[in-house]
Protein backbone atom coordinates (compact mmCIF):
# COMPACT_ATOMS: atom_id res chain seq x y z
CA UNK A 1 0.00 0.00 0.00
CA UNK A 2 1.45 3.50 -0.92
CA UNK A 3 1.64 5.63 2.40
CA UNK A 4 0.33 9.11 2.09
CA UNK A 5 2.68 11.68 3.87
CA UNK A 6 1.33 14.08 5.96
CA UNK A 7 2.71 17.15 7.56
CA UNK A 8 2.93 17.92 11.51
CA UNK A 9 0.61 20.98 10.46
CA UNK A 10 -2.14 18.98 9.37
CA UNK A 11 -1.44 16.48 11.81
CA UNK A 12 -2.04 18.90 14.28
CA UNK A 13 -4.82 20.78 12.78
CA UNK A 14 -7.67 19.88 15.65
CA UNK A 15 -5.58 21.75 18.41
CA UNK A 16 -6.88 24.66 16.49
CA UNK A 17 -10.47 23.69 15.08
CA UNK A 18 -11.53 22.19 18.09
CA UNK A 19 -13.51 24.27 21.11
CA UNK A 20 -13.38 24.42 24.67
CA UNK A 21 -15.69 23.10 26.57
CA UNK A 22 -14.88 24.36 30.05
CA UNK A 23 -17.83 26.43 30.17
CA UNK A 24 -20.71 25.33 33.11
CA UNK A 25 -17.94 23.08 35.05
CA UNK A 26 -18.60 23.01 38.64
CA UNK A 27 -15.31 24.49 40.57
CA UNK A 28 -14.70 22.98 43.95
CA UNK A 29 -12.18 24.36 46.20
CA UNK A 30 -9.68 22.05 48.46
CA UNK A 31 -6.30 22.81 50.42
CA UNK A 32 -3.93 23.50 47.61
CA UNK A 33 -5.76 22.42 44.36
CA UNK A 34 -8.61 23.73 42.36
CA UNK A 35 -11.00 20.64 41.49
CA UNK A 36 -13.63 20.91 38.85
CA UNK A 37 -16.41 18.64 37.53
CA UNK A 38 -16.51 18.40 33.73
CA UNK A 39 -19.68 18.66 32.14
CA UNK A 40 -22.05 16.31 35.23
CA UNK A 41 -18.80 14.21 36.07
CA UNK A 42 -19.56 11.62 33.34
CA UNK A 43 -21.74 9.03 32.36
CA UNK A 44 -19.92 5.82 34.54
CA UNK A 45 -20.78 4.36 38.45
CA UNK A 46 -17.87 6.98 39.34
CA UNK A 47 -18.77 10.55 39.26
CA UNK A 48 -14.68 12.13 38.50
CA UNK A 49 -12.99 15.31 38.74
CA UNK A 50 -10.20 17.54 37.29
CA UNK A 51 -7.60 18.78 38.69
CA UNK A 52 -3.78 19.32 38.79
CA UNK A 53 -2.40 17.98 42.12
CA UNK A 54 1.06 20.11 43.42
CA UNK A 55 2.61 17.16 43.50
CA UNK A 56 2.36 16.88 39.90
CA UNK A 57 1.60 20.38 38.19
CA UNK A 58 2.75 19.95 34.84
CA UNK A 59 -0.28 17.64 34.49
CA UNK A 60 -3.80 17.25 34.80
CA UNK A 61 -5.57 14.62 37.06
CA UNK A 62 -9.00 12.83 35.80
CA UNK A 63 -10.49 10.86 38.66
CA UNK A 64 -13.84 8.99 40.36
CA UNK A 65 -14.24 12.01 43.14
CA UNK A 66 -14.63 9.50 46.06
CA UNK A 67 -12.06 7.48 46.35
CA UNK A 68 -14.06 5.00 49.19
CA UNK A 69 -15.49 2.94 46.55
CA UNK A 70 -11.34 1.36 45.29
CA UNK A 71 -9.30 -0.41 47.36
CA UNK A 72 -7.48 -4.23 47.62
CA UNK A 73 -10.48 -6.06 45.39
CA UNK A 74 -11.70 -2.60 42.75
CA UNK A 75 -8.29 -0.71 41.78
CA UNK A 76 -7.62 2.28 39.64
CA UNK A 77 -6.19 1.20 36.33
CA UNK A 78 -3.66 3.86 35.09
CA UNK A 79 -4.37 5.94 31.59
CA UNK A 80 -1.44 8.11 30.56
CA UNK A 81 -2.85 10.96 28.13
CA UNK A 82 -0.76 12.70 25.05
CA UNK A 83 -2.81 16.12 23.56
CA UNK A 84 -3.09 16.71 19.92
CA UNK A 85 -0.56 18.98 18.72
CA UNK A 86 1.95 17.98 21.12
CA UNK A 87 0.20 20.17 23.08
CA UNK A 88 1.04 20.94 26.85
CA UNK A 89 -2.90 21.00 27.69
CA UNK A 90 -5.85 18.64 27.57
CA UNK A 91 -8.11 21.31 27.15
CA UNK A 92 -9.58 19.64 23.62
CA UNK A 93 -9.92 16.14 24.99
CA UNK A 94 -11.99 17.28 28.52
CA UNK A 95 -14.88 15.82 28.16
CA UNK A 96 -13.51 12.63 26.56
CA UNK A 97 -10.94 11.99 29.92
CA UNK A 98 -14.00 12.64 32.18
CA UNK A 99 -16.01 10.28 30.86
CA UNK A 100 -13.44 7.71 30.75
CA UNK A 101 -12.45 8.45 34.54
CA UNK A 102 -15.97 8.10 35.47
CA UNK A 103 -15.53 4.18 34.83
CA UNK A 104 -13.39 3.90 37.33
CA UNK A 105 -10.09 4.96 36.36
CA UNK A 106 -6.99 7.17 37.19
CA UNK A 107 -5.99 8.95 33.31
CA UNK A 108 -3.07 11.52 33.92
CA UNK A 109 -3.41 14.10 31.13
CA UNK A 110 0.17 16.03 29.92
CA UNK A 111 -0.36 19.30 30.36
CA UNK A 112 -1.64 21.70 33.45
CA UNK A 113 -5.70 21.94 33.93
CA UNK A 114 -6.88 24.54 31.65
CA UNK A 115 -9.02 27.26 33.22
CA UNK A 116 -12.15 28.09 32.28
CA UNK A 117 -12.58 28.99 28.41
CA UNK A 118 -8.80 28.52 28.06
CA UNK A 119 -7.05 26.99 25.15
CA UNK A 120 -3.99 25.84 26.43
CA UNK A 121 -0.53 25.91 24.16
CA UNK A 122 3.21 25.44 24.56
CA UNK A 123 4.85 22.02 23.49
CA UNK A 124 5.35 18.82 25.08
CA UNK A 125 7.54 15.79 25.00
CA UNK A 126 6.64 11.68 24.91
CA UNK A 127 8.30 11.87 28.56
CA UNK A 128 5.79 13.55 30.19
CA UNK A 129 3.48 10.04 29.52
CA UNK A 130 6.47 8.17 31.31
CA UNK A 131 6.17 10.97 33.62
CA UNK A 132 2.41 10.25 34.47
CA UNK A 133 2.68 6.76 35.16
CA UNK A 134 5.73 7.08 37.61
CA UNK A 135 3.73 9.56 38.92
CA UNK A 136 0.73 6.92 39.78
CA UNK A 137 2.97 4.44 40.88
CA UNK A 138 4.46 6.47 43.29
CA UNK A 139 1.25 7.51 44.70
CA UNK A 140 0.15 4.09 45.18
CA UNK A 141 2.78 3.65 47.18
CA UNK A 142 2.56 6.81 49.46
CA UNK A 143 0.64 6.09 52.82
CA UNK A 144 0.14 9.58 53.47
CA UNK A 145 -1.77 10.37 50.36
CA UNK A 146 -5.16 9.30 48.92
CA UNK A 147 -4.65 6.96 46.40
CA UNK A 148 -2.21 4.44 48.69
CA UNK A 149 -3.04 0.91 47.39
CA UNK A 150 -5.94 2.02 45.31
CA UNK A 151 -3.84 1.80 41.92
CA UNK A 152 -3.53 -0.89 40.06
CA UNK A 153 -0.07 -0.61 38.68
CA UNK A 154 0.24 -3.55 36.57
CA UNK A 155 -2.36 -2.72 34.47
CA UNK A 156 -1.36 0.45 32.82
CA UNK A 157 -2.24 2.39 28.99
CA UNK A 158 -0.48 4.78 27.50
CA UNK A 159 -2.96 6.88 24.89
CA UNK A 160 -3.09 10.05 22.89
CA UNK A 161 -4.43 11.69 19.44
CA UNK A 162 -2.90 13.34 17.02
CA UNK A 163 0.49 14.42 17.79
CA UNK A 164 0.04 12.67 21.43
CA UNK A 165 -0.90 9.44 19.17
CA UNK A 166 2.88 9.35 17.74
CA UNK A 167 4.31 10.37 21.45
CA UNK A 168 1.62 7.25 22.85
CA UNK A 169 3.80 4.90 20.14
CA UNK A 170 6.92 6.66 21.45
CA UNK A 171 6.41 5.47 24.73
CA UNK A 172 4.62 2.06 24.09
CA UNK A 173 7.55 0.07 24.13
CA UNK A 174 7.95 0.75 28.03
CA UNK A 175 7.52 -2.90 29.79
CA UNK A 176 4.72 -1.34 32.46
CA UNK A 177 2.80 -0.67 29.54
CA UNK A 178 -0.76 -3.55 29.12
CA UNK A 179 -2.42 -1.59 26.21
CA UNK A 180 -1.80 1.15 23.70
CA UNK A 181 -4.74 3.37 22.15
CA UNK A 182 -3.81 5.23 19.06
CA UNK A 183 -5.91 8.15 18.70
CA UNK A 184 -6.23 9.88 14.51
CA UNK A 185 -2.63 8.93 14.38
CA UNK A 186 0.21 6.82 13.00
CA UNK A 187 4.00 7.28 12.01
CA UNK A 188 4.15 9.40 8.98
CA UNK A 189 6.92 7.21 7.42
CA UNK A 190 9.84 9.98 6.17
CA UNK A 191 12.17 10.97 9.30
CA UNK A 192 12.44 15.08 9.31
CA UNK A 193 8.79 14.79 7.82
CA UNK A 194 6.80 16.64 10.54
CA UNK A 195 7.48 19.57 12.39
CA UNK A 196 10.16 20.10 15.17
CA UNK A 197 8.89 18.38 18.36
CA UNK A 198 7.00 15.67 16.71
CA UNK A 199 8.20 12.36 17.94
CA UNK A 200 10.54 11.53 14.52
CA UNK A 201 9.24 7.79 14.51
CA UNK A 202 9.72 5.55 11.53
CA UNK A 203 7.83 2.10 10.48
CA UNK A 204 10.13 -0.03 12.03
CA UNK A 205 9.22 1.62 15.70
CA UNK A 206 6.27 -0.64 15.13
CA UNK A 207 8.03 -3.56 15.76
CA UNK A 208 8.82 -2.45 19.00
CA UNK A 209 4.90 -2.84 20.09
CA UNK A 210 4.29 -5.53 22.76
CA UNK A 211 0.56 -4.85 23.77
CA UNK A 212 -3.00 -5.24 22.71
CA UNK A 213 -3.21 -1.97 20.60
CA UNK A 214 -6.28 -0.09 19.47
CA UNK A 215 -6.47 2.47 16.63
CA UNK A 216 -9.23 4.75 16.88
CA UNK A 217 -9.56 6.78 13.47
CA UNK A 218 -11.57 9.42 11.58
CA UNK A 219 -12.17 7.96 8.02
CA UNK A 220 -11.06 9.00 4.75
CA UNK A 221 -11.32 12.31 5.91
CA UNK A 222 -8.97 12.11 8.83
CA UNK A 223 -5.77 13.52 7.24
CA UNK A 224 -3.69 10.62 9.68
CA UNK A 225 -5.85 7.90 8.03
CA UNK A 226 -3.42 6.30 5.62
CA UNK A 227 -0.57 6.27 8.37
CA UNK A 228 -2.67 5.03 10.67
CA UNK A 229 -3.99 2.39 8.53
CA UNK A 230 -0.49 1.75 7.30
CA UNK A 231 0.56 1.26 11.13
CA UNK A 232 -2.80 -1.47 11.18
CA UNK A 233 -1.03 -3.05 7.84
CA UNK A 234 2.05 -3.60 8.89
CA UNK A 235 1.89 -4.99 12.74
CA UNK A 236 1.28 -8.67 13.07
CA UNK A 237 2.81 -9.87 16.27
CA UNK A 238 0.95 -8.48 18.88
CA UNK A 239 -3.37 -8.46 18.56
CA UNK A 240 -4.58 -4.78 16.80
CA UNK A 241 -7.82 -3.31 16.22
CA UNK A 242 -8.87 -0.44 14.12
CA UNK A 243 -12.15 1.25 14.01
CA UNK A 244 -13.04 4.02 11.63
CA UNK A 245 -15.65 6.31 12.01
CA UNK A 246 -16.22 9.13 9.52
CA UNK A 247 -15.69 12.56 11.32
CA UNK A 248 -12.61 13.78 10.49
CA UNK A 249 -9.48 14.38 12.39
CA UNK A 250 -11.33 15.87 15.54
CA UNK A 251 -12.86 12.81 16.59
CA UNK A 252 -15.67 13.07 18.61
CA UNK A 253 -13.46 14.06 21.97
CA UNK A 254 -15.82 17.74 22.59
CA UNK A 255 -19.03 15.77 21.72
CA UNK A 256 -21.24 15.72 25.17
CA UNK A 257 -19.06 12.64 27.15
CA UNK A 258 -16.67 12.51 24.53
CA UNK A 259 -19.45 10.81 22.13
CA UNK A 260 -18.40 7.95 20.16
CA UNK A 261 -14.96 7.97 20.73
CA UNK A 262 -15.06 7.79 24.52
CA UNK A 263 -17.76 5.12 23.96
CA UNK A 264 -15.55 2.72 21.99
CA UNK A 265 -11.99 3.54 23.96
CA UNK A 266 -13.90 2.74 27.33
CA UNK A 267 -14.86 -0.44 26.31
CA UNK A 268 -11.58 -0.89 25.32
CA UNK A 269 -9.72 -0.36 28.49
CA UNK A 270 -12.25 -2.22 30.53
CA UNK A 271 -11.67 -5.21 28.48
CA UNK A 272 -7.68 -4.21 29.00
CA UNK A 273 -7.36 -3.50 31.95
CA UNK A 274 -10.08 -4.24 34.08
CA UNK A 275 -10.72 -8.14 32.44
CA UNK A 276 -14.65 -6.99 31.67
CA UNK A 277 -15.44 -9.87 29.10
CA UNK A 278 -18.65 -8.33 28.01
CA UNK A 279 -16.73 -4.96 27.30
CA UNK A 280 -14.12 -6.76 25.61
CA UNK A 281 -17.35 -8.77 23.09
CA UNK A 282 -17.22 -5.12 21.35
CA UNK A 283 -13.75 -5.81 19.76
CA UNK A 284 -14.28 -9.96 20.02
CA UNK A 285 -15.93 -12.79 17.87
CA UNK A 286 -17.35 -13.10 14.46
CA UNK A 287 -18.96 -10.51 13.71
CA UNK A 288 -17.29 -8.33 16.80
CA UNK A 289 -20.09 -5.97 18.14
CA UNK A 290 -18.82 -2.93 16.98
CA UNK A 291 -18.79 -4.14 13.08
CA UNK A 292 -22.29 -4.18 13.79
CA UNK A 293 -22.42 -0.21 14.62
CA UNK A 294 -23.72 1.63 11.77
CA UNK A 295 -21.23 4.38 11.85
CA UNK A 296 -18.15 2.37 12.92
CA UNK A 297 -16.26 0.72 10.11
CA UNK A 298 -13.58 -1.93 11.81
CA UNK A 299 -10.24 -4.39 11.30
CA UNK A 300 -8.34 -6.64 13.19
CA UNK A 301 -5.62 -9.01 13.93
CA UNK A 302 -5.12 -11.73 16.22
CA UNK A 303 -7.71 -11.04 18.41
CA UNK A 304 -10.60 -14.03 19.03
Not at 27 to 40: A, L
Not at 149 to 164: E, L, N, P, R, T
Not at 251 to 278: C, I, M, N, S
Request: aromatic share 8%; hydrophobic share 35%; with cysteine.
Amino acid sequence: MKIKIKSLVALAISAFIIQSSLSGQETVSSPGTKIRVVEDGGTGDFSAIMYTDNSLSTHTIFRPKDLNAFGTKNKLPIIAWGNGACANSPWEHINFLSEVASHGFLVVAIGPMPQEGERGGGGSTSSQLTDAIDWAIAQNNDKSGPFYQKIDVSKIAVSGMSCGGLQTLETAPDPRVTTTVVCNSGILGNPGGGMPGMPDLTKDHLTKLHTPTLYLLGGESDIAYNNGMDDFNRINHVPVFVANMDVGHGGTYRQPHGGEFAKVATAWYKWQLKGDKEAGKMFTGEPCQLSKSTVWTVDKKNLP
